[in-house]
């Protein structure tokens, strides 16, 4: 028997068709146990240490076509016609609109009901016309982000530009070696609830150096990382900072991919492939997703 042994980073989309009953069978299997840190379906937001994240849940969605699942967020900045208007800017991976076919997808919204329950709420995503993409991409990261006009009846959820880590921050500490961070993400399709909420996974940074960021321009977050995490924010909650205005969840980051270990075993009669995870996402500093952002035409 010959053996052959190696690391490989694949990214992190999800083919639908493929995991769709997958997704399915984990949640029956999970739901037990799992401890999820966002919203209980149906249930109003509940006081506690989850509150300061509670703004990057809202606007954190699942995003699927038949070819590829994967999360996606949502930054609204100043319109350029009026500041006080916003425009709204879909960030993901720029792998999960690429891996996608057709010209559309969709996002999966939530709708609060007058109870405080909240409902799923599906919607079409454009993502192309007449086969060429609307996303920007990034000139040399994984980055897409995509210009979105909803329709008027739905209140969109969304982060302040103002909440994505810049070069500075990074520089001024904001972010280092060991820190805790959350990624709110959709592992193999799994949602938190029938709404979709996004599921909440705790996390470590694991490189060093963070910084310069134009030569570290990825880092690697410790955490069990599967397909559909493409797209997902890394986010600390700035405990650094006591100022009130502080307190805000700061995205300082988008996972791309993961890195595993592939093991290859050849018999006379059998040929397997064995894919182990290694538990680290690659991750990309924020300040490139203001850049793809800053590309997307006003």
């Not at 040399?140 to 969304?158: G, H, M, V």
């Amino acid at each position: 028997m010959k053996s052959s042994r190696r690391t490989t980073s694949p990214r992190l989309g999800s083919a639908a068709g493929r995991h769709e009953n997958r997704g399915a069978i984990m949640w029956r299997q999970l739901r037990s146990f799992l401890l999820l840190w966002c919203f209980a379906a149906g249930v109003s937001p509940v006081a506690g240490a989850a509150d300061a994240l509670v703004d990057v849940v809202g606007a954190t969605f699942k995003i699927t076509n038949k070819s590829s699942t994967a999360t996606c967020f949502v930054v609204a900045r100043p319109a350029a016609s009026d500041a006080r208007q916003r425009e709204l800017i879909v960030v993901t991976a720029a792998h999960v609109f690429e891996k996608m076919s057709g010209n559309e997808c969709r996002i999966v919204l939530r709708k609060k009901g007058t109870d405080g329950t909240f409902a799923r709420n599906e919607l079409p995503l454009k993502i192309r016309s007449e086969n060429k993409p609307l996303w920007v991409k990034h000139p040399e990261l994984d980055i897409a982000a995509l210009k979105w006009q909803p329709p008027a009846d739905q209140s969109i959820a969304a982060l302040d530009l103002e909440q994505l880590a810049g070069e500075s921050a990074i520089n001024n500490g904001t972010l280092g070696t060991a820190d805790e961070v959350w990624v709110l993400c959709y592992p193999a399709q799994l949602e938190a609830n029938g709404a979709g909420f996004p599921i909440l996974r705790r996390g470590a940074v694991a490189s060093f150096p963070l910084a310069p960021i134009n030569r570290m321009q990825t880092y690697l977050v410790d955490y069990s990382t599967f397909a559909g995490d493409s797209g997902a924010p890394v986010v600390v909650r700035n405990q650094k900072d006591s100022r009130e205005a502080a307190q805000r969840s700061l995205v300082v980051g988008l996972v791309i991919g993961q890195h595993r270990e592939t093991t290859k075993s050849i018999s006379p009669n059998e040929e397997r492939v064995v894919h182990r995870t290694l538990g680290l996402a690659i991750v990309v500093h924020a300040e490139f997703i203001r850049q793809t952002i800053d590309r997307v035409p006003r």
